[in-house]
């Protein structure tokens, strides 16, 4: 297992190089190359994803290795989608770079699959990860599209896509995000309804997650005020990613919640 | 539309009433609040931590009195909150009367319905219905819901079911919920699926053993149970009779018996003797000490085997009046989101930049 995790990081290592190389020396096929890694980087890591479910019997996506790896392959996969519809191109050297810093946060972690606590034994626990992690994930991109849009406004650069297309992926990324982290809070809440008794939990995590909630929706409103625009709305990105990184990595590990990560 | 001066004041609330700007200002203000709040409730657990165990308007009336420097941003925030979901109502008000040109925003509209009607639900619930618990209940017996007259919840049976390790894996409870003498609604209850009838929810939260009794060896009569309540007739006539268990006691300094948990540690027996001649003596018996004096000199030499355990279940006994506002509040969410999506990719394939 470590060694195709090791494998799977190079060859997102590679991208990124490639990527790189791209934007000094101009050749099509590195392009090309880099995407084709990113296309075997996504493979491989969707065959390790399906094996550990296999073998668990359930999603692994309960401790800071399992988070940190799908929430790398829900980003790797956000970006293949992006790449293929939109043909972003270079986009790719920062959002793999953030995907690196993912997986290269899981790499050095126990990769054990662990029983599974009973309360999470429902499908409703899947169907709560998916959702949150794909989410988090467009967010994300998003934050990538936001700080590749303020480069671009100040750059004016060939290599960068222009600012009318990283706008217009920047809303398309939040607008997906939060549907799809509107979907996680919903079987969330019903799946605390089931096991609590209640639907909504003052627990840090839950009012966090709330605040991501209420910051997207924002968000998918702020975009028709005519001033905001394009760099405001970049900037918010950024800070709403800022957010997301609190509620995941910032109340597991440092604060006592109900989803700690280990 | 913005206001403008040439508005009438109906108007003018009207347009404020479904002011983006508002709704940008009044979330942003919301956020900000829980934000820094949130951080207080971290360090303040004994505070806050009960807050999941209340009524929220129960919590907030004895939070208040006792720090309200520390909560008077959930009051305000709520208003927030409110004030946005009354802005959102607007809009959606709007958006019906203009739905013939407007129906391919249904999806973005039906996510908005549902924040409407999930803010009500949680109102409503913060002031009307309950939270109790866990609640201890052996097989076989009743417990009356004292916030609901004339309903009572019955543990039929209870299984506790464990892993070769012993880790448990889950709580089997065939529980019915009665209603004036008559039950209404029978269902097993495990983890992650609770009993629910209108509101009320019933979860199993966790379980526990329950010393019930110990069995002895008594020379010449072989094993016998002993619990509360049992009685032992003797051969010469006199009886002994046991008036209570305790599963761990210490004794004084006065020679006195004192509780000192309920977890197997120094069980004692309480017991009185009835003897042949008329006399009787009462007094405990600690089962780590040899039996009393008074029992061994009628033979009553009675050697502690084993304990005998009873499980019992905890239960959570909940009632949220608002939560099937929130299933609808959820399915419209649900709804709206799928739509939002297909519309969003339909507007997309005609090439149309969509607003969403």
Redesign the interface.
């Known amino acids: 297992m470590k060694t195709l995790l090791y494998l799977l990081f190079a060859l997102y290592l590679c991208s990124v190089a490639g990527y790189l190389l791209r934007l000094v020396w101009n050749r099509p096929w590195l392009a090309r190359l880099a995407l084709g890694l990113v296309m075997s980087g996504v493979a491989l890591q969707t065959g390790l994803l399906g094996w550990r479910w296999w073998q668990a019997g359930y999603l692994p996506v309960t401790n800071l290795f399992s988070t940190l790896f799908f929430f790398s392959w829900a980003l790797a996969l956000i970006y293949l989608y992006f790449e293929l519809r939109y043909k972003i191109g270079a986009t790719g050297l920062f959002v793999m770079l953030l995907n690196l810093v993912l997986l290269g946060g899981a790499l050095p972690r126990e990769a054990q699959i662990s029983p599974l606590i009973p309360s999470l034994d429902t499908p409703l626990f899947t169907l709560h990860i998916l959702f949150s992690f794909t989410g988090y994930a467009f967010f994300a991109m998003a934050f990538s599209i936001g700080v590749l849009y303020l480069v671009q406004s100040r750059l004016q650069t060939r290599h960068l896509p222009d600012k009318l297309l990283l706008r217009r992926i920047n809303e398309e990324s939040i607008f997906l995000g939060f549907g799809l982290f509107t979907l996680c809070m919903i079987a969330g809440s019903y799946w605390a309804y089931v096991a609590w008794g209640y639907w909504f939990s003052w627990n840090i995590k839950s009012v966090w997650s709330c605040l991501v909630w209420i910051f997207y929706a924002g968000m998918c409103h702020a975009k028709f005020v005519r001033r905001w625009q394009g760099g405001v709305y970049a900037w918010l990105s950024i800070a709403g990613f800022a957010v997301v990184l609190f509620t995941y990595l910032g109340i597991g590990l440092l604060l006592e919640s109900n989803h700690p990560l280990e | 539309m913005p206001p403008t001066t040439d508005m009438t004041l109906p108007q003018r609330l009207w347009s404020w009433g479904c002011s983006?700007?508002l709704?940008?200002y009044v979330?942003?203000l919301?956020?900000l609040l829980?934000?820094g709040g949130?951080l207080t409730?971290?360090k303040h657990?004994q505070l806050?931590g009960p807050?999941?165990d209340m009524l929220m308007a129960d919590w907030l009336a004895g939070a208040w009195q006792q720090a309200p420097q520390r909560v008077w941003w959930i009051p305000a925030s709520a208003l927030c909150l409110v004030i946005f979901a009354i802005n959102t109502l607007c809009c959606l008000i709007d958006w019906l009367l203009k739905i013939g040109s407007r129906w391919r925003k249904t999806g973005e509209y039906l996510?908005h319905t549902g924040?409407i009607l999930l803010v009500i639900a949680?109102g409503w619930?913060s002031f009307a219905g309950f939270?109790s618990g866990p609640h201890r209940l052996f097989p076989g017996e009743r417990l009356e819901l004292r916030p609901m007259p004339g309903y009572a919840i019955q543990l039929e049976e209870f299984t506790a079911e464990l892993s070769d390790t012993g880790?448990?894996?889950?709580m089997i409870n065939r529980l019915s919920l009665w209603r004036d003498e008559a039950p209404i609604k029978e269902r097993e209850v495990r983890?992650?699926?609770?009993l629910t009838h209108g509101g009320l929810?019933v979860?199993a939260t966790s379980f526990g053993r329950s010393l019930t009794g110990f069995t002895f060896h008594l020379p010449g009569r072989g094993l016998l149970d002993l619990a509360p309540g049992s009685r032992l007739e003797l051969d010469d006539g006199g009886s002994l009779t046991v008036l209570a268990l305790l599963p761990n006691v210490r004794r004084t300094s006065a020679d006195q018996v004192q509780p000192i948990g309920d977890q197997l540690g120094n069980p004692a027996l309480q017991l009185r003797l009835q003897r042949a001649d008329g006399s009787s003596w009462q007094g405990w018996y600690l089962l780590r000490e040899p039996p009393p004096r008074e029992l061994r000199a009628v033979n009553l030499h009675l050697r502690p085997m084993e304990p005998r355990f009873r499980d019992y279940s905890l239960l959570?006994?909940?009632r949220?009046p608002g939560?099937g506002l929130?299933a609808a509040g959820?399915l419209c969410?649900?709804f709206g989101?799928l739509l939002?999506?297909v519309s969003?990719y339909a507007k997309r394939a005609r090439g149309d930049?969509p607003?969403?």
């Open positions: 983006l700007k709704a940008i979330a942003s919301a956020t829980i934000m949130s409730m971290h657990p806050f807050m999941d996510i924040f949680y619930n939270r880790r448990p894996l889950d983890i992650n699926q609770p929810v979860l959570t006994i909940n949220d939560s929130a959820a969410m649900t989101v939002a999506f969003f930049r607003e969403v």
